[in-house]
Each structure stands twice: as C-alpha cells, then as structure tokens.
C-alpha cells in the first residue's frame, strides 16, 4: 500500500494539487453529522485532517470510525498535544512548531508522544508548522505561548523554512491561524515554494474558493480549508458561489 507521504509527493511530481479539510472535535455536532460528511464527500476534498489547539472532548475515536464508515479519503490526525493520537487514523503530522521558541512545542510534546505513536500503525510525517501572522491572535498563538513570524519578513520566514527542511522535516506547513483575519501572504508562499524542496501545506484565513486557487498558484501544494467550512458546510457548491 502506498504511504500518504509518497501519494503527496507523487501529486506534487505531478503538479496535482491538494485538498484536506480540516475538522475540530470540539466543533463537531452529532447531529449534523450525517450532513456533514454528505458535503465532505460531494467537495473536492483529498484527505482529511483532525484535531486543534485544545482538544477537551473525548470522541476522537468514535469521530473517525464513523468517518471512515462513510468517506474513502485519508484521515490525517493534526494534534495540538500528545493526548490528540488515535490509532483509527491513517496518519499522523508530528508538528514541530519551528517558528516558535517554546521547547514544549519544539520537541517536549514530541518526546512525550513517540512511545505512545511507537504503539500504533500510524504513518508518521515529520512535519515543520510555521505560524504567520494573521492581524490577530489565533488560538495556536494562545496555547502555544509563541509569536507568529511577521508577515512582512519574507527572508526570515523563508530562512525558517529551510532550516526546517534541513533538519529532516517531510514537510512545511505555512499556519495563519483558525479564523485568522488575514491568510498567509501570496509572496511568502510563492518564496518558499520556490526555495524548498519539500511539500508545502498552506492554511487559516481562506475563506473564499478563489483563496484556494491564489494559493495553489503562489506554490501551495495542498491547502487546508477549517473555520470556512465549519461556517458553511456548501463552502465548496460552486453554483452558489
């Protein structure tokens, strides 16, 4: 079977862009998800991602099982700490926030949940998670205690994604935040792109289809849609757009 990491380096080979909409446990209504999943499944969607910044119910597992009864997409889990791990999922992104100087975030989270992960079947992808500033303050910039890159500082932010990729990480991913105000630079993702080798995963504050496109044009790879989604489960119905 073919690891997610190769099919998405495969896409990138390609120039096949990438969708995963992003779901927070704590956000999700069983009662609607019946009609959550029908629009998951009509949407352009190619995986989907699960988690947030402070998880505090219990119904990972159940939430996935029930996924993936009723989706054939794969289910990524994106943790915001060590106790957001299920193994019904297929993979997971093992997040260093590079952008910040918070060792919780930089590795004291990773060391508590490596022999938790060692325990399951889950793909680990190594993955660099760069906050950018947004115009306001996110709930990553809350509960991680770290302040997002300045926007404007293209050679920094570039800097700090190549020594991402330099220290081994499978990935980069470019983070305006949930609900963010702003989503992240057309400039700084087009610099990135062209200077890394590796995947890039840009999300938070795209909140229009053709922030999608604008993105996928500056260089993303694959792009994650949450808050917009969440808003507006026809967030993707063209015809109403």
């Known amino acids: ?61 159940d939430l996935i099982i029930t996924l993936k009864q009723k989706i054939n997409l794969p289910i990524v889990l994106f943790p915001g700490n060590p106790s957001q791990i299920s193994n019904h999922a297929d993979a997971i992104l093992f997040l260093s926030l590079i952008s910040g100087r918070n060792s919780d975030y930089l590795i004291d989270h990773q060391v508590e949940a490596a022999p938790i992960l060692k325990k399951t079947k889950l793909e680990i992808i190594s993955t660099g998670y760069m906050l950018i500033e947004s115009g306001g303050e996110t709930a990553v910039e809350r509960i991680s205690k770290t302040k997002p890159l300045d926007r404007t500082n293209l050679d920094f932010a570039l800097a700090t994604a190549q020594a991402g990729e330099m220290l081994g990480n ?29 995947p890039l995963i840009v999300g938070g504050g795209i909140i229009e289809l053709q922030g999608i496109q604008n993105a996928y044009k500056a260089g993303a ?15 993707f119905n063209m015809d109403k757009k």
């Not at 991913?173 to 080798?197: C, D, F, H, R």
């Not at 790879?221 to 967030?235: R, S």
């Open 170 to 198: 499978k990935l980069i991913y470019l983070e305006a935040g949930s609900g963010a105000k702003q989503a992240v630079p057309l400039e700084m993702i087009q610099k990135i792109a062209q200077n890394i080798e590796i």
């Open 1 to 61: 079977m073919t690891s997610i990491y190769t099919q998405i380096l495969q896409s990138k080979l390609e120039k096949r862009k990438l969708l995963a909409i992003l779901l927070d446990p704590d956000k999700i209504h069983w009662d609607d998800l019946g009609y959550l999943i029908e629009k998951i499944n009509q949407s352009p969607a190619t995986h989907i991602f699960i988690g947030g910044s402070h998880v505090e119910n219990n119904i990972l597992d």
């Open 221 to 235: 790879d694959l792009v994650v849609i949450g808050t917009a989604f969440e808003n507006d489960a026809d967030f």
